[in-house]
């Protein structure tokens, strides 16, 4: 339970060092078709092109668990029948996530990371900021990784909760066992929202998710795994964590 929101937070975010990545994906160069849009995976996978790139990360902080029924229930008001069990929060749109951020960092007294407009549902980044943000795709397999060189970091059954271990359900986050650097659920429970866009100009304005579910086959839960959705889309498990550029423990908590 969370009884001191400075103290929590303090225990929660972890120093990420700086480094490089190696990104990779496939993309479509169809433009989006169906009506159903669970993961915006289209009906016809044809053209697939392979694109590689390199990111070099700074340093930055990252939650070591998935944000929590209970933290979202304190800060956004929201009240949940199993907020005592540590369960993440899920059902929750990328929307709701920069939301999130943004009134976490108030509570705080940090100044918000994103600018948003209701009316055209835009939203900016404050690259100065620093509040609370959602990590960037990079960032987020960068610190999946954790200096690990396979498609997990460890046994898939000690590390994560998925479709053939998870009887069907989300579970408590830090269960399993955590990667080098100590981040819990990375791969598994819930799908994790990133900040950027998938592909803006076959995709629009759909985001990147990250890390497979207590939902998802063995193949689908990995470091490099990544899949896509519209930002106002929810289902029970998809969630986030929370990321900040700047948070400095040693002043503000």
Request: with cysteine.
């Amino acid at each position: 339970m969370i009884t001191n929101l400075n103290h929590y937070l303090k225990e929660l975010m972890v120093y990420i060092p700086e480094g490089e990545i190696h990104l990779r994906d496939f993309r479509n160069g169809q433009k989006w078709i169906s009506s159903n849009y669970k993961f915006g995976m289209p009906g016809i996978r044809k053209n697939l092109k392979e694109v590689i790139w390199n990111v070099e990360i700074k340093p930055f902080y990252l939650a070591k668990y998935t944000v929590t029924e209970e933290l979202y229930s304190i800060i956004m008001g929201k009240s949940f029948l199993t907020t005592k069990d540590q369960k993440p929060i899920v059902n929750v749109s990328w929307i709701d996530a920069v939301h999130f951020c943004n009134s976490l960092s108030d509570a705080l007294g940090y100044d918000k990371f994103y600018d948003c407009d209701k009316k055209s549902k835009s939203v900016v980044c404050n690259p100065s900021s620093n509040g609370f943000r959602l990590p960037t795709d990079a960032e987020w397999q960068y610190a999946c990784k954790a200096n690990s060189t396979g498609y997990r970091y460890g046994n898939i059954d000690d590390i994560a909760w998925y479709k053939d271990n998870s009887n069907e359900h989300v579970h408590k986050v830090g269960e399993k066992t955590p990667n080098e650097w100590g981040l819990y659920d990375m791969i598994g429970n819930v799908w994790e929202w990133c900040w950027d866009l998938y592909d803006e100009e076959i995709f629009g304005n759909f985001r990147i998710i990250r890390g497979g579910s207590w939902a998802e086959e063995e193949r689908g839960c990995g470091t490099t795994c990544r899949r896509k959705s519209m930002p106002d889309f929810f289902i029970d498990d998809i969630g986030f964590r929370i990321a900040s550029s700047s948070f400095n423990i040693s002043n503000q908590l």
